[in-house]
RNA sequence: ACCCUCUUAGCCCAACGGAAGAGGCGCUUGUCUUAGAAACAAGUUAGUGUAAGUUCGAGUCUUACAGAGGGUACCA
């Protein structure tokens, strides 16, 4: 009998599945783990080997934990909401929801072929109304809340409008927007509507307001900064600008602190917490007050360096500061429009391409410093951001880089007041040195004259020490089609006298709870509409709250649905509330999380700030989501590319100069792009392209006139027309990059499961290396990887017979036995699968070796490595007898009685360098080896009749004599 | 520019600070086969990217540099 894996494994897939055996139970006497994969977003091209990387190996601890004697939750469900459908959508009519059912029928195709052990009755989709109807619930809380500093937590708006009935706002303790006024009791009580909830916008932690946004043109929408890559959309590659737009935004910022603080609780990579630190961006400073000269304005600045006040030579203001306009004098006024309107009109590509590039330009207007009176310039320039501190620097040319460049590039004067540096060559930014031309500050070290500069600035009432993020509120809205729609209606507002305000936009209010789900509605076409409103504004006139009040068009980012996720898979066909509470508090946290490291920034603080907001609430009991998190490392692909220098269109030579798209042109003004792989061979570890595979090549893409390929760094040209027969085999160049679809790069797991097997497929995606390593993908090694199955196979089969003894192993055959029992556990636990496999394959070989085909060794080797290939686990399992699946058969434990030596051969080093070994009995104490030692005539001759400096006994190790 | 990770045999990768090699691929030679392939058996190869330091002892710890991969990007 023949392994053959496919019969077996659709069998057992089918059991699976039938009897439900992954099915989590919500009470068990059995200590929980939580185990969770990444959500993945449904895409059309599938999975491709690098998804299921992680999936493996989370499905490994799952089915480990159930060994072990784990009530496991492991589910499985769809992000599937989002941007590439519905751009599938624009180009081709076809719904997003069509479109999204048929890409995860395609998922779970492919998924259900690797014998993935989910709890399939737990499957969510974000695009299911009865899913996003907590989604839009969620956000409802959130829009009813308010962030109390002195609490530290969020709490209900109506503890707010309570605190402004009694007190107005002047003792709230509150975060909120920077220009929110302050009003009095009497004052709240007269507010019309318009008025309160305008009051109260500034303090939701949903709100309504104006932000600069990261606007796509192309794709119509605006994009969250983790959404943008150097300065185009991450999905698609379109270009960004900065656009100042009302928005539904959510104030993440007044959980900076707790973000921050909360990584320190969490077993995650420290990399992957350093990013959230940088991202969080905490800085400590002071803000500081310039009087402008000649005028009413005050300049606020932020600073993390007051010691270097006496350094400063100029103010610096954002090109969007909202004093430019007041303080520009009339000659300077032309100039400064210029630059304005220019900075504004900048992609933000263009920006940061030129982030080296010094521009900016004098306002004419002076303030004056604070402790000297001097006058100092002020400039706009664009190194400033608007959006940070308060958006005007104090710049000190001498300790500051950026400050440095502009003063140079614009002949400022640049002052030095701390000592160390060359301000010749380059600003000295290091806080070390002491302080000169600093007044009272002089000869104090950098970190004294911080304190003593926030003391006096303190003092005279210039500013105060403050804590700075970099964090910022993230946009909500986008004017999209594909996502949640937001649960707010606009009523218009009304005067005092209950008359309608005409015009407006209204005053936005929460859906009651009961009318959820709010459905996204059918519209004609996915498109904003003519005046640029959103593609929601195109539904029926009829889609109105009470028929009357329009809803708010835009919806919700993809991040909403995955924000809340893990919380939905406890409870997941809850239909009275998100999840319910008692089975919150059972679930708790999840153990472990796998996935990629994209999400770094974007998902993994979103949904801790969910976390951390309903746990405010009331409704949860935790205050991190993922307790443990690992990042699986990419599988990249390889590619190779060749540069088209001109191509033939419609019988005409076209040279290729420029591409509109903006992909791809190198230096040369050629096009890049990646062969498809159908057409590269490979050979003696080269890509090569044949002959036969460049006739096809030209065949199906006649365009192509003139190729150069890039091959072993040379150039190589060939004109299509005038192929001639000199060249049969091209060496090409070959590149490691993302796996991706545009690369013509990707590879399926689907041909491996039919050539290989699924067993072979997760053996082998855990042997390519650490799991958190990237690597590219190749098959070189896979036939050993199946081979070590047949072989496993064949321990239980001879000559196509079942063969099993009853018999007592041998002591051989345990230790071969229980030595893989501990490492395997071993592995497992610190997730290194990779050496599991190696370790499985020591221990079928020496088996094979021994001829062991004892029951007592080779079933506790099935449950070894049924987390790692359970379909053959499964079936051997049951042809050895067993009615019930493996899946929760009790993992063996190592007894190390059969791993004991009798003996030990250590080697005896001088000075660390090997001389001679010398067999000791195990047993010896180090006291009694060093007896052994010293006794022998070697060590005597070695030694030469000096005396020993040291002697170092490690047992089981080393001898190690020092002279 | 900054931050993180990695660098061990022809290749992929192992080695609680204790004799550098477990495993797989490849390659070589057999056995078996009409042949190919498969299976089986035997064999094969590095001194750990470079330079310094800590240590009785360094692939492992520290520092600097180089190369590769990933992340961030004027955050005052």
Request: proline share 5%.
């Amino acid at each position: 009998m023949d392994y053959n894996f496919n019969e077996i494994e659709q069998r057992w897939q089918k059991f699976w599945a039938e009897n439900k055996t992954f099915k989590a139970d919500n009470t068990s006497d059995k200590p929980k783990y939580y185990v969770l994969d990444m959500f993945p977003y449904p895409s059309g091209a599938g999975l491709h080997v690098g998804h299921p990387l992680g999936y493996i190996a989370s499905d490994i601890m799952a089915r480990y934990k159930r060994h072990k004697g784990f009530n496991v939750l492991h589910p499985m469900g769809y992000d599937s909401f989002g941007l590439p459908a519905e751009q599938y959508a624009i180009q081709t009519g076809q719904h997003p929801a069509i479109t999204t059912k048929q890409n995860i029928a395609r998922y779970r195709e492919q998924l259900d072929k690797i014998g993935f052990s989910f709890d399939w009755d737990r499957e969510v989709q974000t695009s299911d109304p009865n899913y996003y109807k907590w989604t839009q619930w969620i956000f409802i809380q959130i829009f009813n809340s308010w962030y109390n500093k002195t609490s530290n937590k969020a709490e209900h708006i109506d503890t707010l409008i309570e605190e402004f009935h009694k007190n107005g706002n002047s003792n709230v303790n509150a975060v909120c927007d920077e220009e929110t006024i302050s009003f009095t009791a009497e004052q709240w009580k007269h507010f019309d509507e318009q008025e309160k909830s305008d009051a109260l916008m500034h303090y939701r932690i949903a709100y309504l307001g104006e932000a600069y946004v990261n606007w796509c043109p192309a794709l119509g929408t605006v994009l969250a900064n983790d959404e943008v890559k150097d300065g185009v959309s991450e999905r698609g590659g379109h270009p960004v600008e900065r656009k100042l737009m009302k928005q539904w935004s959510m104030r993440i910022s007044a959980y900076a602190q707790r973000l921050l603080d909360g990584l320190d609780t969490l077993d995650w990579t420290e990399s992957l917490k350093e990013s959230q630190r940088y991202w969080i961006g905490r800085s400590e400073g002071t803000s500081l007050k310039f009087k402008v000269q000649s005028s009413k304005s005050e300049i606020e600045v932020f600073t993390t360096r007051p010691d270097t006040i006496f350094g400063v030579s100029f103010v610096t203001l954002a090109p969007e500061h909202e004093l430019v306009e007041i303080i520009t004098t009339p000659e300077q006024k032309a100039a400064v429009d210029e630059y304005v309107t220019k900075s504004k009109s900048r992609s933000e590509r263009e920006r940061q391409a030129e982030v080296t590039k010094v521009s900016g330009v004098f306002t004419g207007a002076y303030v004056e410093h604070p402790f000297t009176g001097k006058q100092i310039p002020i400039w706009i320039g664009d190194y400033v951001l608007a959006g940070y501190g308060t958006g005007a620097v104090m710049a000190v040319p001498g300790h500051d880089s950026r400050d440095y460049a502009f003063a140079k590039h614009f002949n400022l004067p640049i002052i030095e007041v701390v000592a160390g540096g060359d301000l010749s060559k380059e600003s000295y930014d290091a806080k070390e040195g002491k302080l000169i031309n600093s007044e009272f500050l002089n000869g104090l070290e950098v970190y004294d004259a911080l304190k003593a500069a926030i003391a006096e600035i303190e003092k005279r009432g210039l500013g105060k020490g403050k804590t700075n993020y970099r964090l910022r509120d993230a946009v909500f809205g986008r004017q999209r089609y594909w996502g949640e729609p937001i649960p707010i209606y606009y009523k218009p507002a009304r005067r005092i006298d209950g008359s309608e305000v005409e015009g407006g936009n209204g005053i936005p209010y929460a859906l009651p709870e009961n009318e959820l789900p709010l459905v996204l509605p059918e519209v004609d076409k996915f498109l904003p509409t003519e005046d640029g409103e959103p593609p929601l504004a195109r539904a029926a006139s009829s889609w109105k709250k009470d028929g009357v009040y329009d809803y708010e068009h835009t919806t919700m980012p993809g991040w909403a649905g995955s924000s809340w996720y893990y919380l939905r898979y406890m409870d997941a066909n809850n239909p009275n509330s998100f999840a319910d509470k008692e089975l919150m508090k059972y679930w708790e946290s999840v153990d472990l999380y796998i996935g990629g490291s994209e999400h770094a920034t974007g998902h993994l603080l979103y949904v801790r700030f969910w976390t951390k907001f309903l746990k405010d609430m009331g409704y949860l009991t935790i205050e991190e989501p993922m307790k443990k998190l690992i990042n699986q490392g990419m599988i990249q692909g390889v590619s190779t590319p060749v540069s088209i220098v001109s191509y033939l269109y419609e019988d005409k030579l076209f040279k290729v100069v420029n591409s509109d798209n903006g992909f791809g042109i190198n230096i040369n003004g050629t096009y890049e792009l990646n062969i498809l792989p159908d057409f590269v061979d490979f050979e003696d570890g080269k890509h090569i392209l044949t002959k036969e595979n460049f006739e096809m090549l030209k065949k199906i893409d006649n365009r192509f006139f003139d190729i150069q390929f890039i091959s072993n760094d040379d150039l190589i040209r060939l004109s299509v027309k005038e192929c001639n027969d000199e060249i049969t085999k091209l060496p090409l160049k070959s590149c490691v990059e993302k796996m991706s679809k545009s690369k013509y790069n990707v590879v399926t797991p689907d041909s491996i499961c039919e050539k290989f097997g699924a067993d072979t497929l997760r053996l082998y995606e855990m042997f390519l290396g650490p799991l958190e390593q990237s690597k590219p993908w190749n098959t070189n090694g896979i036939t050993g990887v199946s081979g070590f199955l047949k072989k496993l196979w064949r321990l239980f089969y001879q000559n196509n017979t079942l063969t099993i003894s009853d018999a007592e192993p041998s002591k051989a055959e345990l230790k071969s036995l229980h030595k893989t029992i501990k490492k395997i556990t071993e592995d497992i636990e610190r997730f290194s699968f990779n050496t599991s496999v190696s370790n499985f394959m020591i221990c079928v070989n020496e088996l094979t070796e021994q001829k062991c085909n004892k029951r007592a060794v080779l079933e506790p080797l099935l449950i070894l490595i049924s987390p790692y290939a359970p379909h053959i686990a499964e079936e051997l399992w049951s042809r050895l007898g067993h009615t019930e699946t493996i899946a929760f058969a009790k993992f063996p434990v190592c007894n190390e009685s059969y791993l004991v030596e009798d003996s030990f051969t250590y080697p005896v080093s001088f000075n660390g360098k090997t001389k001679f070994n010398l067999e000791l009995p195990a047993t010896l104490s180090p006291a009694d080896i060093e007896k052994e030692v010293m006794a022998m005539e070697e060590v005597k001759k070695h030694l030469n009749g000096a005396t020993p400096k040291k002697i170092i006994i490690v047992p089981k190790k080393i001898v190690n004599i020092v002279v």
